[in-house]
């Protein structure tokens, strides 16, 4: 049945490679905006000068077709096209393009007049073939070309001059080049003319039948096409050479002529719509040797970008997109309503710099990665994994890695979305070697200064949603978190973003916020400096701690109360209120396990364990909730340190309040307070222990089950402690080896006598080591000493003191120091043993002895014998 098929589009073949394959991408990206429900589409570069018409061939002039398939035509089992027969694929060809669109038929303004373009027309014929293509060929003068053999004479073209052949030769040159009998079945052998008909080898395969009295029109075109090329190539050495990419790249994708794309995988295409760099209008692209430069990197990373009906199901995700405005170079007052996914998801106009295609790649990712796992029926976790990850190390290998791309504001805002997206991931160390080189770039470009420096001269658009200043307060932000977090020192220790005049024009959170990040910066140099004294340490921190009091006091109130995290706003408060917390916590922490005679450290015990509960609560609040915000795996590391520091701080309590005395005890009543907390700080982190047990179900969640095994092991010792096991909990600055990981733990059982050590690192604070004791007690002498110390293999456990007979205690007047004399009738000072205060009761017959900070092995408890 004969079918008929009327040019869309036609366009001129560009004699240049490069030209050629641009226009075939923009056709691809325009023929699927033409038809939505496009499955497949396949692009040609038609060189050789042939067209099939009414089964027979005719000159025709380079230029390009799209044949494009769809559910209506896949029901058909083939369809004609201008080039024979395509099965399953409706075929167009390309009449003009544009940076954005096709030129329509009837409009002939906005294109380059050299552009010539062919007039509508209705090719006929019976079903053919597809004709397979020649090699590349250019166009022939009309004044050389042969005749072809045909049926009709319009169909022929002028003939050429003939040459003189062989008496009796008769085949034609493509069955002389096949060394193949050239035969006929429709004229009789003896009426065999040249310009009479096609050979049954010609006609079988579709090819122009041409008479040896003729020249070869494929040899000349050969040869037309080696010279050719040798040009293309000698220029494209040229450009590459000073663009720094090698010519052989450059030609292997212009050697690229046909392109077909599909994938049945999930019922989903993988087709990419891809940009036209060459012929956009940008100016950016405007110079050649910036389009040569970035021309592929533009279409790499376009390539990566999901295909329409994929972003219709990722647009049709019921999210919000708050944290884009929230690491966006736009303080949050001056956009108040977040932008949608529709909105803030598609790619930038064809020609743009490839920093800008990036950004679009990194934001596309970061939605991705927040979208709950209810919202991806239609679309799949494993493919939305599998597009959230190849747009991420697509936008990193291409851009956010290559310093000379990076270098603007539009590059810095890239590499902060990266380090964001590490860290939501739980990557600390990638998150703050992005967010490190961010903030080198932008310490280039002066961006604390307030000076606007970019390389996208041409958009214009984001010059004016650009605030440097908020966007350096974002990297130091990020930096300063990532480092108290990882134990690493801040990358600048600039503080312009939270001058009196910067906060002026900023709302109480913000300016709550920037305070914050100064906080910060101050408790990574204090605990930086190691020539701090005692004095010096508790000044800086008390300095700190009045500044974070200030930032409190800019918010209300109520904003203090526990949200109920079941709206956007309630969980951003939900976030500041544990950063606040956090930092609490980070900045008394080193004070939880000092000497606990001194009164002077009971301030930041009390607030380190109070932080750590609020906190804790929070975090616990939040991961509650039914939040569509994305989770933060960052959030996980805070969780950790509060539910360790008031693990720690239980443990160090049952050590402290455990004594015979009672209330006669003066020892380390800062923490005595727990007893009566212990029970709902131990179902807080109870619970924060299931919610990580839940997270690491299946095994997939690295971070969730080492966490959940550090507090297992917490909360056992805690409940062995609380059962009146003795515990000693101290901390050192030693750390693990840098191959560790951020947070780890050793434990091993010594001697096999169930004595356990528990060895926790915490950044900054250096490692708790949490050890059992044994309690040794005679009818004279309580001794508590570390299990296997060396005072215990001295003899002293051996041969227990016996009292009166060892030691007798003197208590001199009261500006005295009471004494102790032993049997040989010497004396010794308390102060020279070791301890530092007495406590003489007033019932008679009991001493408590505190242990000084010259001696913090042992602890005494004496007792006098009837």
């Given at each position: ?99 954005n669109?096709?030129k ?49 004479g ?40 040249a ?8 006609r ?17 075109a ?24 090698t ?39 405007a110079d ?143 998150a ?66 939270a ?26 140099q ?19 701690d ?42 008394h ?24 509960r ?71 982190m109870?619970l ?20 959940a ?93 016996d ?25 010794m ?38």
């Open positions: 049945m004969s079918q008929e098929i009327v040019y869309i589009w036609k366009v001129e073949r560009p004699v240049k490679e490069e030209e050629a394959i641009a226009m075939m991408r923009a056709a691809y990206h325009i023929a699927m905006q033409t038809d939505p429900k496009t499955t497949q589409i396949l692009i040609r570069s038609h060189v050789h000068c042939t067209t099939m018409v009414g089964g027979y061939p005719k000159k025709d002039d380079p230029h390009l077709t799209v044949s494009v398939k769809t559910p209506a035509t896949a029901a058909h089992n083939k369809h004609q096209t201008s080039h024979g027969y395509t099965a399953h694929l409706k075929s167009y060809d390309v009449l003009s393009v544009k940076p669109k096709f329509k038929p009837d409009s002939e303004q906005d294109w380059p007049a050299h552009m010539a373009t062919k007039p509508r027309e209705i090719v006929r014929g019976e079903p053919r073939p597809l004709a397979p293509q020649a090699g590349p060929s250019t166009q022939p003068s009309k004044s050389s070309r042969p005749a072809k053999r045909g049926g009709s319009d169909a022929v073209e002028p003939q050429a001059k003939r040459r003189k052949v062989r008496k009796g030769t008769q085949s034609c040159w493509q069955c002389k080049h096949r060394k193949v009998r050239c035969s006929f079945t429709t004229t009789p052998s003896s009426a065999r003319l310009t009479d008909t096609i050979c049954d080898a010609c079988r395969r579709g090819t122009s039948c041409i008479s040896q009295e003729f020249p070869d029109e494929a040899l000349k050969a040869q037309e096409v080696g010279d050719r090329l040798g040009r293309v190539e000698a220029l494209v050495e040229r450009l590459t050479s000073s663009a720094g990419f010519a052989g790249g450059a030609r292997e994708e212009a050697a690229a002529s046909t392109v077909v794309v599909s994938d049945g995988s999930n019922g989903l295409r993988n087709e990419r719509p891809q940009p036209a760099p060459a012929v956009a209008t940008n100016k950016f692209l050649d040797d910036s389009a040569v430069k970035h021309r592929d990197v533009s279409d790499r990373l376009a390539a990566a970008w999901p295909s329409p009906r994929e972003m219709d199901l990722i647009q049709a995700i019921p999210a919000t997109i708050p944290t884009l405005t929230s690491t966006s170079c736009t303080p949050p007052n001056l956009e108040p309503h977040p932008p949608s996914s529709r909105d803030a998801l598609h790619l930038p106009s064809p020609g743009s710099h490839p920093v800008l295609i990036a950004r679009k790649l990194l934001l596309l990712g970061w939605f991705l990665q927040g979208c709950p796992t209810q919202h991806l029926t239609h679309l799949g976790i494993d493919r939305r994994d599998a597009i959230m990850s190849h747009a991420m190390r697509t936008a990193h290998d291409a851009v956010t890695s290559q310093d000379h791309l990076v270098g603007s504001v539009e590059g810095v805002e890239c590499l902060l979305i990266e380090s964001l997206y590490h860290n939501h991931a739980g990557d600390l160390r990638r703050w070697l992005a967010v490190r080189r961010a903030i080198l770039i932008a310490q280039l470009l002066r961006l604390s200064s307030g000076v606007k420096e970019t390389a996208l001269d041409d958009d214009a658009d984001t010059h004016s949603e650009i605030d440097p200043v908020f966007l350096w307060f974002r990297l130091m932000q990020m930096d300063r978190y990532l480092s108290l977090m990882l134990g690493l020192p801040p990358g600048s220790l600039d503080n312009s973003f001058t009196p005049t910067a906060l002026a024009t900023c709302t109480p959170l913000e300016r709550m916020q920037r305070i914050q990040c100064v906080a910060a910066g101050r408790i990574l204090r605990d930086q400096a190691d020539t701090h004294t005692d004095e010096q340490e508790l000044k800086d921190t008390n300095e700190i009045a500044l974070l009091r200030e930032a409190s006091a800019l918010m209300p109130p109520e904003w203090w109360l526990p949200p109920s995290a079941d709206t956007d706003k309630d969980t951003t408060r939900i976030m500041d209120l544990l950063t606040h917390h956090h930092l609490v916590l980070r900045l922490l080193p004070f939880l396990l000092r000497s606990p005679n001194n009164s002077k450290y009971d301030y930041n015990k009390l607030t380190a364990v109070n932080a750590s609020e906190a804790l609560s929070r975090f616990v609040s939040f991961r509650k909730s039914k939040s569509p915000l994305p989770y933060c795996r960052g959030i996980d590391f805070l969780a950790f340190i509060a539910s360790a520091t008031l693990c720690v701080a239980h443990i160090e309590a049952h050590r402290h309040c455990y004594n015979p005395l009672g209330d006669l005890s003066r020892r380390n009543a800062a923490l005595q307070f727990l007893v009566h907390q212990r029970h709902a700080d131990r179902a807080l109870e924060t222990l299931e919610i990580m047990d839940f997270m690491a179900c299946g095994g997939a969640d690295a971070i969730a089950r080492k966490i095994t550090i507090l297992r092991r917490l909360l056992g010792i805690e409940a062995d402690a609380a059962s009146g096991a003795a515990y000693r909990a101290d901390s050192s600055r030693d750390g693990f080896s840098c191959e560790e990981r951020e947070f780890d733990y050793y434990s091993d059982l010594a001697g096999g006598d169930g004595t356990t050590t528990l060895r926790v690192h915490i950044p900054h604070l250096g490692t708790i080591k949490i050890e059992q004791v044994d309690v040794c007690k005679s009818p004279a002498l309580d001794l508590v000493l570390p299990a296997n110390s060396a005072e215990v293999q001295s003899g002293i456990q051996a041969a227990p003191l009292w009166p007979t060892a030691l007798s205690l003197t208590n001199a007047a009261a500006d005295d120091s009471p004494t102790f004399t032993n049997v040989d009738g010497s004396q000072l308390l102060p020279e043993m070791g301890f530092d205060d007495v406590v003489l009761p007033d019932v008679a017959g009991s001493w408590i002895l505190h242990v000084s900070d010259k001696n913090p092995e042992l602890a005494y408890q004496l007792q006098r014998s009837a």
